[in-house]
């Protein structure tokens, strides 16, 4: 198995990495070892300190899911994502829609709250089935 990230291009990395942590259930990753912080790390690589706050990096803290860095771009999205999250907040289809679909719209209250957006609400025979959403800076993805 090959261990990989997932990168996400934005305007705000501090602001977009704290969304996805509540989303996720992620905190930010600590800074290298031997290294009081990443801005200390960072100093030592001799990176100038207006560019301390252009990346922020999130991390499982189960150590298990990929690794999650947001950067700095200069760039506005423009177009839907090609490549999007699904926040598997209800249980999976194997759990009872009951159970399964409160679940998805207490997740949808907590993210609408922390200042995302709903999209679009998909139905499957007159039933919620899922929510099509946008983070802080228009990075759809869904809570399923």
Aim: glycine content about 10%.
């Amino acid at each position: 198995m090959t261990k990989w990230g997932l990168t996400v291009d934005c305007a705000q990395p501090g602001e977009l990495a704290r969304f996805w942590a509540l989303a996720l259930g992620y905190v930010a990753s600590p800074p290298p070892g031997g290294f009081a912080s990443t801005h200390e790390w960072l100093a030592s690589l001799g990176v100038p300190e207006e560019e301390w706050d252009d990346a922020a990096y999130l991390t499982d803290p189960a150590g298990v899911g990929p690794t999650i860095s947001f950067l700095t771009v200069p760039e506005p999205k423009v177009v839907k994502n090609r490549l999007h999250v699904d926040v598997k907040a209800g249980g999976g289809r194997q759990t009872p829609w009951d159970v399964r679909w409160p679940r998805v719209l207490d997740m949808v209250e907590r993210l609408k709250a922390a200042g995302a957006t709903v999209v679009r609400q998909y139905d499957d025979d007159g039933r919620g089935d899922h929510v099509m959403m946008a983070d802080p800076e228009g990075n759809e993805f869904c809570v399923v």
